[in-house]
DNA sequence: CGAGGGTTTGAAGTGCATCAAATAGTGTGG
DNA sequence: CCACACTATTTGATGCACTTCAAACCCTCG
């Protein structure tokens, strides 16, 4: 699979892309260009590992496109996921907080570009930056409220259902009744992104296709009516649908 | 039930709380006063609704000590808890910087002190003061990481470990290998807290006792042979025994 | 064309949920 | 201090959802 995503328009610098990341809005001049100075743009390739947990943590990353797998291991080898991101969020940023070392392992999912920052410059912009703490602040408080909700949906959808609501996230907002999507990494990760397992994953498919008329076709599905798609999904959850942030 | 808090010393007065809560740490005496002027205690009974979900979001909750429920409810009315919390955690703050409405509900879970701060005082606290809004991103990062291995638990561990990883949680620190705990609530709740069924909750106790040799009377629990605990329910984790964050 | 990863399908097992009912525990008024 | 009412917890029986292990299929790419 390699949809990675959709119409973004075509990257033109750091500068570019840090001036309008959420997490150096208004930060002033001087401290935009320190950090545009210390950033770096690289590429990598699907399969690419960016750190493993226990690294000593020097660097923040941003996503420019592509897809970023976290995950830990636990003491058997198995794999625990624990978040998928893309363009515009950050990781690596909680080790800001931490013991300087990360606490997770990130790996390239699909073909990704990313700018890393030093960590130490970060740390430092939190502390003598009040905007930079502030911009820091929301972006955190989103990404605690998403969480819980994540933590919602487990207790309360089976596997279909979670499915529906992970294809209903990928709708852009205000999307027609009808709308084509292509799964953006391996379904075997969404999978396990949903605490589901692969074969489980692919027989949910199916229960949900029968539930809900969607279509699919290998990495693309084509949802005819979304309105249906919703009542099967989100009954079983707290918030309805048009669940703001947008998250992989 | 009605077992609360340990040995928490007798609580003073609201200026000696807040002066020693995380969130007030350096902020400054006029700050600090401004809140302490401001701030209520309450005092409330198990059942006792604080807010509920859509609520316009007026105050900040500190809990001095107790236990608090937080949760949601689904269009078909059933009920998914958040988190629970006690002594020394807020709630009510994620409204800060959403849309001025509670996205979720509050309910005393077992008898419970709790300090309120008008919201707007903590709005404006955090854009004012730069000590103020690295307390509060401290405070959100730990509260993220503890989700981060919440849904790790959800995924890796099975119902008795679960409940296993829970009694852990609630070992001091520097425990020996032998320890006596009570239950902090409802074993119902507990139970919802962990994502399970209050059935499957007890038999799932059942079967730990079988595996760990920890011992039942009611509310209490003994354990006996700590490393054994930890052996059973840690194996499926990324994070070994003390994981360091306290929490309810 | 063949190799290998990703995905699907099949058969059997396990764990948790559900519904129903019994039991233990707690607080109340007589 | 006891009986009753009510709630919390446990136990039993059964069903469904997800997992597991195994094998087939499909698709891409060298």
Redesign the interface.
């Known amino acids: 699979m390699s949809c990675a995503v959709k119409t973004t328009p075509p990257f033109i610098s750091i500068a570019e892309y840090l001036g309008k990341a959420p997490l150096f809005v208004d930060i002033g001049a001087k401290y935009l260009r320190e950090f545009v100075d210390a950033a770096r743009l690289y590429t990598a390739p699907k399969g690419k590992v960016l750190f493993i ?1 226990g690294d000593k943590a020097n660097y923040v990353y941003l996503i420019v496109d592509g897809w970023v797998k976290l995950f ?5 080898g ?1 794999e ?1 996921v ?2 998928v991101l893309t363009s515009n969020h950050s990781f690596g940023d ?1 080790s ?3 013991d300087g070392y990360y ?1 997770y392992s990130a790996e390239v999912a699909e073909h990704t570009r990313y700018i890393t920052l030093p960590i130490s410059m970060v740390k430092s912009a ?2 003598t930056n ?1 905007q930079f ?2 911009n ?3 972006t ?6 998403q ?2 909700r ?3 949906h ?3 959808q089976n596997a279909p259902q979670r499915i529906g609501c992970f294809l209903l996230r990928l709708c852009p907002v205000g999307s027609a009744a009808s709308v084509t999507l292509n799964l953006p990494y391996d379904k075997a990760l969404i999978a ?1 992104r949903l ?1 589901i397992k692969p074969e489980t994953f692919s027989r949910a498919l199916v229960k949900l296709r029968a539930e809900t008329q969607i279509e699919i076709q290998g990495p693309t599905v084509i949802i005819h009516d979304l309105q249906r798609l919703v009542s099967y999904t ?7 649908f048009p669940c703001k942030d947008v998250k992989g």
Chains 1, 2 share one sequence.
Do not use: K
């Not at 830990?72 to 058997?76: A, P, Q």
């Not at 955190?140 to 409220?145: C, F, I, K, L, V």
């Open positions: 947990q830990r291991e636990t003491l058997e198995t625990a624990i978040d909680t800001v907080f931490e606490s939190i502390t009040h703490a502030l820091m602040l929301l955190m408080s989103q990404h605690r409220h969480q819980s994540e933590i919602e487990l207790n309360n396990s605490g989100c009954n079983h959850c707290s918030s309805s």
